[in-house]
């Protein structure tokens, strides 16, 4: 299944911050193209590396989850710069922007440290990007350079924190998939027959395994659950050993629509090289009426197995 073609990433209001040493002009256009975004920084015009290290404030970064998805948006990022720093740089080495934060909460039991914390976002397009570095056991990384700007607006030398890209690739004797290209919360529910008076078990974002016992028939990610946008638009329930022999039931559902007027999506299920059965089309605001429910969505196609 091909996704859509999905542009860069739009950048909202910019905070300036105030840098008395900095000879770097800020560019609010260039951070359009940027491979990143930072939410409440400031885009500066060049790359990362370009401004000299004159100082000795150094920064790092605290991320929760060093994994992205291409199209991420406001991933939480935190950190600690210093000493005598009020700002702090982020970038890709070679982007045509990077960004700065102000870091003004001193750190406790050490006041010539300054926290910071910030919404990262990256473009859909970033596979596309040469700045990529793929390593030699096959993982693409991000390489995000992160830099302390002293009271004096100088530079000090680059911590690097690689973020490493997810490119929900699946595999598995059995996988039911389904894809959307909207920041909306959709779910995919998956019907698996079972031995029980209902016949079936349901998974789906509430109830994300098949079989507790074991990890097989499970939901992977809950893809933008409760409007949190992470840019994967992609659920899928996998089993990488025997799924249950019957008939299944393939729903999608809308739980919010996050503020957009409809969604469009794609859904099918596969063991290897062979389809089992596919299906898309568009929901609508209409959709989301008890859509955050089990037994919610709409039956979109059905399969046996094997």
């Known amino acids: 299944m091909v996704r859509l ?22 560019d609010t256009s260039s951070g359009t193209n940027s491979v990143i975004r930072v939410e409440g920084g400031q885009a500066m015009r060049g790359s990362i590396s370009d401004p000299s290290s004159a100082s000795k404030a150094t920064a790092v970064i605290f991320p929760r989850n060093p994994a992205i998805f291409a199209g991420v948006t406001d991933k939480s990022i935190k950190g600690i710069v210093g000493p005598h720093a009020n700002t702090v740089a982020l970038g890709v080495a070679g982007d045509v922007a990077f960004w700065q934060v102000p870091a003004l909460d001193p750190v406790q039991n050490d006041p010539e440290s300054f926290n910071f914390a910030f919404g990262l976002s990256i473009s859909r397009d970033v596979w596309n990007s040469p700045l990529l570095q793929v390593g030699a056991d096959g993982t693409t990384t991000l390489p995000l350079s992160v830099r302390g700007v002293d009271n004096a607006g100088n530079f000090g030398e680059a911590t690097i924190q690689p973020l490493f890209l997810d490119s929900s690739a699946i595999t598995g004797t059995l996988a039911v998939t389904l894809q959307w290209e909207t920041p909306t919360d959709l779910d995919v529910h998956v019907l698996v027959p079972a031995n029980n008076d209902a016949g079936y078990v349901e998974v789906w974002s509430k109830a994300r395994s098949a079989d507790p016992k074991t990890p097989d028939g499970t939901l992977d990610f809950d893809s933008n659950g409760n409007c949190q946008i992470d840019g994967r638009d992609q659920e899928d329930v996998v089993w990488q050993g025997a799924p249950p022999v019957g008939h299944y039931i393939v729903r999608v559902a809308a739980a919010s629509l996050c503020g957009q007027t409809s969604a469009a999506w794609w859904a099918y299920a596969s063991v290897p090289s062979v389809s089992k059965g596919e299906a898309s089309g568009v929901l609508t605001e209409a959709a989301t009426r008890n859509g955050e429910a089990a037994g919610s969505g709409v039956t979109v196609f059905e399969f046996d197995y094997p």
């Open 5 to 26: 073609a999905r542009g860069l990433l739009e950048i909202g209001a910019l905070c300036a911050i105030t840098t008395p040493a900095c000879h770097w002009t800020p």
